[in-house]
């Protein structure tokens, strides 16, 4: 149901998954699994990789902290976003490469679930995308001791709450791994 005309592909968008952002993150040899099932399917399926690269004070460009995990591969031909920001449209080219791309519809994994995955999200669905998010294939660290709730329920939270999300003309939504759909969007 994306509000942006002519815009019928699906993308997946891959944020953040890098050593810095994973090295302490809940789950992060299970996500980063389901993760290189996503971009596997999706390559597979002919649907646009996008992906998306953090850098700050703590992930300095260049650094081993700023690398994506090993485990990950981003083939050449695949479009790579470097943001500054929790959201990944910010100050970034992002929305150029999905417009260049066709794609209203956004599904999303990677890191982290309460603050660059959140911000994309609603990035997205305010920017009139489809934004799903994939239940099993996003993490956080521990910000307990900050006071925020464990990691676990930090993601089933947005889980939760991203399940029912909507806008006028767009919808976001949840689900596994195992069942996502990158058909197209609708609208």
């Known amino acids: ?33 389901n993760i290189d ?7 597979e399926q002919g649907v646009p990789v996008v992906w998306v690269q953090h850098s700050s004070e703590e992930l ?13 591969v981003r083939e ?17 080219d992002l929305e150029s490469v999905l417009a260049g ?19 994309t999200l609603h990035g997205a669905i305010t920017r009139g995308y489809d934004a799903t998010l994939v239940s099993d294939a996003h993490t956080t660290e521990d910000l307990s001791e900050w006071g925020a709730p464990p990691p676990a329920q930090v993601v089933a939270h947005t889980n ?16 596994e791994t195992a069942a996502v759909d990158f058909g197209p969007a609708e609208g």
């Not at 699906?10 to 040899?29: F, I």
């Not at 300095?60 to 990950?72: N, R």
């Not at 939760?160 to 689900?175: D, E, F, I, K, N």
Request: glycine share 10%; aromatic share 6%; with cysteine.
């Open 1 to 33: 149901m994306t509000t942006l005309p002519g815009r019928s592909r699906t993308a997946l968008v891959v944020v953040d998954v890098q050593n810095g952002v994973m090295a302490g993150a809940h789950a992060r040899d299970a996500v980063i699994a």
């Open 37 to 43: 099932t996503l971009v596997s399917t999706a390559r």
């Open 60 to 72: 300095p460009t260049g650094s081993e902290p700023w690398q994506y995990v090993p485990e990950l």
């Open 76 to 92: 050449p031909s695949e479009p790579l976003v470097h943001k500054e920001y929790g959201d990944s449209f910010e100050a970034t």
């Open 101 to 119: 791309l066709g794609v209203g519809r956004l599904v999303v994994a990677g890191a982290q679930t309460d603050a660059c995955i959140r911000s």
């Open 160 to 175: 939760l709450y991203w399940s029912w999300q909507s806008a006028p003309g767009r919808v976001g939504g949840t689900v």
